[in-house]
C-alpha cells in the first residue's frame, strides 16, 4: 500500500503521523532470556565423559578415573567444527549419570584430577568454555542429577553435592548461556559400592525450586533445561524432531523432569499452556550419545541431518545435535564431514529469499509501523499485523514475475505471545487462488516444504488463532533438490525397489554392470531380481537435470524359496532381507535349506544392527550339505574387527554344489547367543 508514496511524503508522513498501538500481548510470552536465547535456534551437544572410555551409553559408576585418558584431545577442534557447521553454542557433558567429573572439583575424587589425562592437572571444562568461546560460540553445561557413583545418592546430603558442584560450575567458568538438567534415573548403580536400586521421588527429591534459585543467582542469563523447564523444555524424543503442531506454551505446573507420561502428553505443548517453555529438540548425530567405534558405519547421512533441520527449526523448537566425541578426544572424521554437509546444504535451500524482491500487501493493516513490508525487512523485530479483532487476513506477495519455489517460512512475532493456529499458502492461477500448502502452528520459525510450484502471485491466508496475526518475517525460497544415491531394496520375493530422497526425483538404473545414465531405463517400479544381479541406480532431479552418485547393490539369490531350519519362527529374520531385523539362534547356528542345488561360492552375513549389540559371531564355520544331514565345512575362519565395525562380512570359497548351508558361531565377540542380522549366499 506504501509503495507508491514518494520517499519524501514517506519522511514527512512519518513525522506527523504516530505509530499505531501495538497489539496486546497474549500471555505467555518469552522473558528476555527466552528472548536472547530463541535466536541462537542451533548449538551443540559434546557427549565426552567416562562412557568414552567404558564404551558405554550408560556407566554404572563403579568406573575408575585411570579409565579417562583421551590420547589427542583438543577442544579447539570442537569448536572449530561448531562454528563451521554454523551453531552458535556448544553444551557438554559435565558430568553424566556415572558421576565422573570433567573438572577437579573440590568434592569428589571422582574426577579428571585422578586421571592420567594431562597428569591430572587438566579442567576439561575451562579448556572446553576457552575453546568455544575463542570461536565466538556460547558455552553451555550438561549435568545430571543422576549419580551412580555417589554413596549419597537418595539421600539429602547428595543435593547438598549437587549445589555445590553446580556452584563451582556456574562460578569459575564464565557466562554459561544453557545449563542442562537430564530427567533420565534408571535406579540401579554403583553408588559407592552399595550396588543397589535407589529410586527418588523426582518431583520433590531434588527440590528443584532452591537449585533454579541457585543457578538464577549465579548466571541469570542461563536457560534453564529439563523436561519441564522452567526456561526450555524437552520435545519429547530422541529423533531430533518437533511437531506440525508445536507450541512454546506449556503447562508448566503440570510436568516435572523424568514424568513417564511427559512425551505422549505435553512435549507438543499446548495451545492454552500456561509458561512460556519452548521445545528444544536434541538428537545426537549417531545412533549412541556416546562414542563406540562400532557405529562408524552409522552416522547420520544428508537426508536424515535434513529431516531433522526442518522437523525441529522448521517446527518452531531449537536444535541441539549432538557430538560423540572419539577416545582420542576429537570430533570423528565422519561426523565432522556429516555437519559440514548438513551446513552446505542448509545455505545452500536458503541462499535466496525470492520474498525479498516481492511487494507485499494485505488484506488489512493494523496502522502506521505495521505495514506487509515489515515481512519482508529481514527484521524479526519489526511485523506486521491486523486492527484487533481481526483474526483472519491475507497478505499477498507479487514476484513481478513467475518464479519456483518449493519453501515458505515464516515467523510470528513471538515476543507478544503465539497465536497462529491454522493458515495456508495459495498460488494464483488465471485469476484463481489455488492452495499449495497449509499448516498449524507457526512460533518462532516454521518452514513449509512442498514440491516445486511456480507462480507470480501468492498469498498466505492467517485463518485462525489465539489473537490477531502478529508476523516478522515471510521467506520463499526454491531449495535445490536434494541429490543423494537412490535406496535400492529387495524383497525376499525378489522385487526390487528403488527410492529416491525427493519424491519428484527421476531414477535411472541398470542391471549390466554399466553405469545408470540420465534419460536411459527409467525406473518404473517394476523390478525382479532372482539370480546374481549388480543392480545400479541414479536419481536425477527434473529441474537442474543434476544427478546424484550412482547407487550400487550387488545382489545374489533371491530367500524366496528358502527354508530356514529351526523351531523357532523368528528365524525369518535372518532371511528377510531387512537390516533391521535380526534373529538370535541359541544353538550359534543357522541352518537353511535353499530349496534345489545351488553352486555356492561363499556368503555374506551382516551382524545385528540395532542400537545394542549382542553376539556378532567373531570366529566362524561355514558347512555344506546335500541331504541336510552329512555336513562339509567349506571355509573357517575370523572376521577380524567386527565388534567396532559390525559391517556386512564377505566370505568366499571354491565352489560347491549344495542344498543345505549353515553358518556356525565357533565364537561371538561378547559371548553371547550368535545374532544374525542378515544371511546370504553366493554364487558368482
Ligand atoms: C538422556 C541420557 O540418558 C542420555 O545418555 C543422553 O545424555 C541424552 C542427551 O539424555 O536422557
Ligand atoms: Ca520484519
Redesign the pocket.
Known amino acids: 500500500m506504501k509503495k507508491y508514496i514518494w520517499p519524501f511524503l514517506a519522511l514527512g508522513l512519518s513525522y506527523c503521523q504516530e505509530k499505531a498501538a501495538p497489539p496486546a500481548p497474549i500471555l505467555p510470552v518469552p522473558n528476555e532470556r527466552q528472548i536472547a536465547w530463541q535466536e541462537l535456534q542451533y548449538y551443540g ?1 559434546v ?1 565426552f565423559n567416562m ?1 568414552t572410555f567404558s564404551d558405554r ?2 556407566g554404572f559408576g563403579d568406573e575408575k578415573p585411570e579409565q579417562f585418558n583421551p590420547t589427542e584431545l583438543d577442544a579447539k577442534q570442537w569448536a572449530r567444527v561448531a562454528k563451521e557447521a554454523g551453531m552458535k553454542g556448544l553444551i557438554i ?1 559435565a558430568k ?2 556415572d558421576g565422573f567429573v570433567l573438572w577437579p572439583s573440590a568434592y569428589t575424587e571422582h574426577s579428571v584430577k585422578n586421571s592420567p589425562w594431562r597428569d591430572g592437572k587438566g579442567d576439561l571444562i575451562k579448556e572446553f568454555a576457552d575453546a568455544c568461546r575463542a570461536e565466538g560460540l556460547k558455552v553451555g553445561i ?1 549435568y ?1 542429577p543422576w549419580d551412580r557413583n555417589h554413596p549419597d545418592y537418595g539421600k539429602p546430603e547428595y543435593v547438598t553435592y549437587m549445589r555445590n558442584q553446580l556452584t563451582e560450575l556456574l562460578t569459575n567458568y564464565g557466562e554459561i548461556y544453557e545449563i ?1 538438567f ?3 534415573n534408571g535406579g540401579t548403580g554403583w553408588y559407592g559400592g552399595a550396588n543397589e536400586e535407589r529410586k527418588v521421588d523426582k518431583f520433590t527429591y531434588y527440590d528443584w525450586p532452591t537449585t533454579i534459585d541457585l543457578v538464577r543467582k549465579l548466571q541469570p542469563k542461563a536457560m534453564l533445561f529439563s523436561d519441564a523447564g522452567p526456561d526450555v523444555r524437552w520435545v519429547g524424543n ?1 529423533h531430533g524432531f518437533a511437531y506440525e503442531t508445536t507450541w512454546s506454551n506449556l503447562m508448566r505446573d503440570s510436568v516435572y523432569a523424568g514424568m513417564p507420561e511427559f512425551s505422549e502428553k505435553w512435549a507438543t505443548g499446548q495451545e492454552n499452556g500456561t509458561h512460556w517453555v519452548p521445545a528444544e529438540s ?1 538428537v ?1 548425530i549417531r545412533p549412541g ?2 562414542y563406540h567405534a562400532y557405529e562408524d558405519h552409522k552416522v547420520r547421512t544428508l537426508p536424515d541431518l535434513m529431516e531433522i533441520y526442518y522437523k525441529s527449526i522448521g517446527q518452531n523448537s531449537s536444535l541441539l545435535i ?1 557430538f560423540p566425541v572419539d577416545r582420542r578426544g576429537l570430533i570423528h572424521e565422519k561426523d565432522e564431514e556429516a555437519i559440514l554437509q548438513l551446513a552446505a546444504k542448509i545455505k545452500e535451500d536458503f541462499a535466496v529469499n525470492l520474498a525479498k524482491e516481492a511487494s507485499a500487501e494485505s488484506t488489512s493493516e493494523r496502522g502506521f509501523g505495521y505495514e506487509a513490508e515489515n515481512l519482508l525487512d529481514g527484521d524479526f523485530n519489526t511485523y506486521w499485523s491486523t486492527p484487533d479483532g481481526e483474526i483472519q487476513a491475507s497478505v499477498e506477495l507479487d514476484f513481478g514475475k513467475e518464479v519456483s519455489f518449493n519453501r515458505l517460512l515464516l515467523q510470528e512475532f513471538v515476543n507478544l505471545g503465539q497465536r497462529v493456529k491454522a493458515f495456508s499458502l495459495e498460488k494464483e492461477v488465471n485469476g484463481t487462488w489455488k492452495k499449495v500448502a497449509n499448516g498449524t502452528t507457526i512460533g518462532y520459525k516454521r518452514i513449509l516444504r512442498f514440491p516445486d510450484t511456480q507462480a507470480q502471485k501468492i498469498r498466505i491466508n492467517f485463518l485462525d488463532g489465539k489473537g490477531i496475526p502478529v508476523i516478522s518475517e515471510i521467506g520463499v525460497y526454491s531449495a535445490p533438490a536434494l541429490l543423494f544415491p537412490p535406496k535400492i531394496i529387495r524383497t525376499p520375493a525378489g522385487k526390487v525397489t528403488i527410492t529416491a530422497a525427493e519424491k519428484s526425483q527421476k531414477i535411472y538404473f541398470t542391471t549390466d554392470g554399466n553405469a545408470p545414465k540420465s534419460g536411459e531405463n527409467p525406473f518404473k517400479g517394476e523390478l525382479e531380481v532372482l539370480e546374481a544381479t549388480t543392480v545400479q541406480a541414479i536419481a536425477v532431479d527434473p529441474i537442474s537435470g543434476k544427478s546424484s552418485e550412482p547407487a550400487r547393490v550387488d545382489f545374489d539369490l533371491a530367500k524366496g524359496n528358502w527354508k530356514a531350519v529351526s523351531a523357532d519362527s523368528n528365524v525369518v529374520r535372518a532371511v528377510d532381507e531387512k537390516t533391521q531385523t535380526y534373529w538370535t539362534s541359541q544353538n550359534n547356528e543357522l541352518v537353511l535349506d535353499l530349496g534345489r542345488e545351488v553352486p555356492i561360492k561363499g556368503f555374506t552375513y551382516l551382524p545385528m544392527q540395532a542400537r545394542y549389540p549382542s553376539g556378532y559371531i567373531a570366529a566362524y564355520s561355514i558347512q555344506l550339505s546335500q541331504d541336510g544331514k552329512s555336513w562339509k565345512e567349506a571355509a573357517k575362519g575370523e572376521f577380524s574387527n567386527i565388534q567396532n565395525s559390525p559391517i556386512e562380512q564377505l566370505i568366499r570359497f571354491d565352489q560347491v554344489p549344495a542344498k543345505f548351508i549353515k553358518l556356525k558361531a565357533l565364537r561371538t565377540a561378547d559371548g553371547n547367543p550368535a545374532t544374525f542380522g542378515e544371511f546370504g549366499v553366493l554364487t558368482k
Open positions: 551437544f557427549h562412557n551409553e550408560w557433558t553424566h549419570h550438561y545430571s542442562w537430564d530427567g533420565a530422541e536434541d545426537s550419545w556416546y549432538n
